[in-house]
């Protein structure tokens, strides 16, 4: 019966032994805290703001503001449509093009040249402004 225990006895302790090691089985990994959600980026300092206003399918030239806009090369223009129907921001002469702009969307272009750019809303072409780039 003792030449039983002794065999037994060397496989516990072998096997305690192992459970207890430290090394050279497979980690764990440390947990990682979850990556905080950011915002949507504010404009950027060279930005100017231009609204599309409330009910502005019948109103022309005033349907964007500030119309005309005058800025200096480099800023980016935000137009940011604050009516309640889609409407777009394209360039007359196809420098930008919004794609239609949702209620509360907005589109960014920036200006990299002096110039007058006229533009208009494609789905009501009475809707105009002019950017005029010094």
Not at 82 to 99: K, Q
Not at 101 to 112: E, I, K, Q, Y
Request: proline share 9%; hydrophobic share 35%.
């Amino acid at each position: 019966m003792q030449s039983f225990r002794l065999p037994v006895l060397v496989f516990l302790l072998g096997l305690t032994a192992a459970c207890g090691s430290s090394g050279g089985g497979a980690s764990t990994p440390a947990p990682t805290s979850p990556t905080p959600t950011t915002p949507a980026p504010a404009p950027a300092a060279g930005t100017q703001n231009v609204s599309i206003v409330a009910n502005s399918q019948s109103l022309g030239s005033k349907a964007y503001s500030p119309n005309p806009l005058t800025i200096a090369v480099g800023t980016t223009v935000r137009w940011t449509n604050d009516d309640t129907i889609p409407h777009t921001s394209t360039a007359d002469a196809s420098a930008w093009n919004s794609g239609n702009l949702n209620p509360g969307d907005h589109f960014d272009f920036m200006f990299a040249a002096a110039g007058t750019f006229t533009y208009h809303c494609t789905i009501h072409r009475g809707m105009v402004g002019t950017v005029v780039v010094q």
